[in-house]
């Protein structure tokens, strides 16, 4: 059965850094795109950042760009989120998702909880 | 910009419900996709491409729209349908959510 596992998430000062990781199994790990979809507590979700297959092209929200990095090693059917300069409206429910071609995102993880707060 | 109306519908089982998302540009069919989310569960892809039910989803549920109006319609609502949907435009990046529609029990 194909499954994403992330972690990483954790209560972290303003300011700070953090890196989710999401495993992937049991799929075809680097031929997908990849992404990761947040949800503030109460809130609805919003789309973050997506990664091509290869890894060569990334995405990402206004609200992200130029402190978060999306990376990816398909040799470990791994997918990262690298967060920079983290401030308290980042604090969510971090999904990792894969988009299936033109099916959209068709498998989600479980999430992991990122809290940003002194 | 998806816009999703209403923000939230109450019915009862066995009513249908008829679901919104306006674009603010034209979208393709192809590139519209709905996501159930039950209370602590990650989201659940519906439909795709704007009416393809994704595997496992009832009949009941069809998607229909195109351009800037998309529509989710589900009959015969059962216990099991009151939930959170979004909808979302996965064609070019970024790949954005309506703010979704609450489904409630009146």
């Known amino acids: 059965e194909e499954r994403l596992l992330e972690s990483g998430g954790t209560l972290v000062q303003p300011g700070g850094s953090l890196r989710l990781s999401c495993a992937a199994s049991e799929f075809s790990f680097s031929t997908y795109v990849m992404s990761w979809v947040r949800q503030a507590p109460g809130k609805g979700l919003e789309w973050v950042s997506a990664i091509s297959a290869n890894g060569a092209n990334t995405y990402y929200a206004d609200s992200v760009k130029g402190r978060f990095t999306i990376s990816r090693d398909n040799a470990l059917h791994t997918l990262y989120l690298q967060m920079n300069s983290l401030r308290a409206e980042d604090t969510a429910l971090y999904y990792c998702?894969?988009?299936?071609?033109?099916?959209?995102?068709?498998?989600w993880g479980r999430g992991t909880l990122v809290t940003v707060s002194s | 910009v998806l816009t999703q109306s209403p923000g939230t519908l109450y019915l009862s089982p066995g009513e249908g419900a008829t679901l919104s998302c306006r674009a603010s540009q034209r979208i393709s069919s192809t590139d519209i996709a709905w996501y159930q989310q039950k209370p602590g569960q990650a989201p659940r892809l519906l439909m795709s491409?704007?009416?393809t039910r994704a595997a496992g989803v009832p009949d009941r549920f069809t998607g229909s729209g195109s351009e800037t109006e998309y529509t989710l319609t589900i009959t015969r609502l059962e216990p099991e349908d009151f939930a959170m949907y979004y909808c979302q435009q996965y064609g070019s990046a970024p790949h954005s959510f309506g703010q979704g529609t609450q489904l409630e029990i009146k």
């Open positions: 491409a704007a009416s």
């Open positions: 998702t894969k988009k299936r071609g033109f099916i959209g995102y068709d498998l």
